[in-house]
């Protein structure tokens, strides 16, 4: 049998397969992504947990199986997401300064990342002030006046009070 020719079905469900509410199935001819798969029972459902992948008789690999779990985004990570919400609402419409920094590996630095390697800072001479819209935008603005990928991070200074530029960079 041809694989475009093959049926197959999809059956979602609101928790682990079996021992949760079956919400509906879903079937198609071909193949499909894992992440095609997921997208359409998103639109089907935002509820499901699982798919039970059931693939046509003829299929080769039929009787084998195949389950789909949605991956949440951890609370940590959810956490994060929130706090960088709020800190861009909190700091939108402001001027801030911004710091482009440089992490030099240096067994003698005084900074350590989260593998235990030593390093240290090395502030690029170029700092910019613009009117603050999002962490993104400024990652931006940093690779357009440093340079993509000679950065590894910003500092930020707020000041309502900013004096004039005595230079800017375009």
Same mark, same amino acid.
């Given at each position: 049998?041809?694989?475009?020719?093959?049926?197959? =079905?999809?059956?979602?469900?609101?928790?682990?397969?079996? =021992?949760?509410?079956?919400?509906?199935?879903?079937?198609?001819?071909?193949?499909?992504?894992?992440?095609?798969?997921?997208?359409?029972?998103?639109?089907?459902?935002?509820?499901?947990?699982?798919?039970?992948?059931?693939?046509?008789?003829?299929?080769?690999?039929?009787?084998?199986?195949?389950?789909?779990? =949605?991956?949440?985004?951890?609370?940590?990570?959810?956490?994060?997401?929130?706090?960088?919400?709020?800190?861009?609402?909190?700091?939108?419409?402001?001027?801030?300064?911004?710091?482009?920094? =440089?992490?030099?590996?240096?067994?003698?630095?005084?900074?350590?990342?989260?593998?235990?390697?030593?390093?240290?800072?090395?502030?690029?001479?170029?700092?910019?002030?613009?009117?603050?819209?999002?962490?993104?935008?400024?990652?931006?603005?940093?690779?357009?006046?440093?340079?993509?990928?000679?950065?590894?991070?910003?500092?930020?200074?707020?000041?309502?009070?900013?004096?004039?530029?005595?230079?800017?960079?375009?």
């Amino acid at each position: 049998m041809h694989p475009e020719a093959m049926k197959h =079905k999809a059956s979602l469900w609101d928790g682990e397969f079996g =021992k949760s509410r079956h919400i509906t199935d879903v079937h198609w001819e071909g193949d499909i992504t894992q992440q095609e798969l997921a997208e359409v029972a998103d639109q089907i459902s935002p509820d499901w947990q699982t798919i039970d992948l059931e693939l046509d008789p003829a299929h080769p690999r039929h009787g084998n199986t195949y389950r789909l779990n =949605k991956t949440w985004p951890s609370p940590d990570d959810e956490d994060f997401a929130l706090r960088v919400l709020e800190a861009e609402d909190e700091l939108e419409g402001h001027y801030v300064w911004v710091h482009c920094c =440089k992490h030099v590996d240096d067994p003698q630095g005084e900074l350590e990342d989260e593998t235990g390697r030593t390093y240290r800072q090395v502030f690029n001479t170029v700092m910019f002030c613009v009117e603050f819209t999002s962490f993104d935008e400024i990652a931006e603005l940093c690779n357009e006046n440093i340079g993509e990928g000679e950065w590894d991070e910003y500092e930020l200074y707020l000041d309502d009070e900013l004096p004039e530029p005595i230079a800017t960079y375009d």
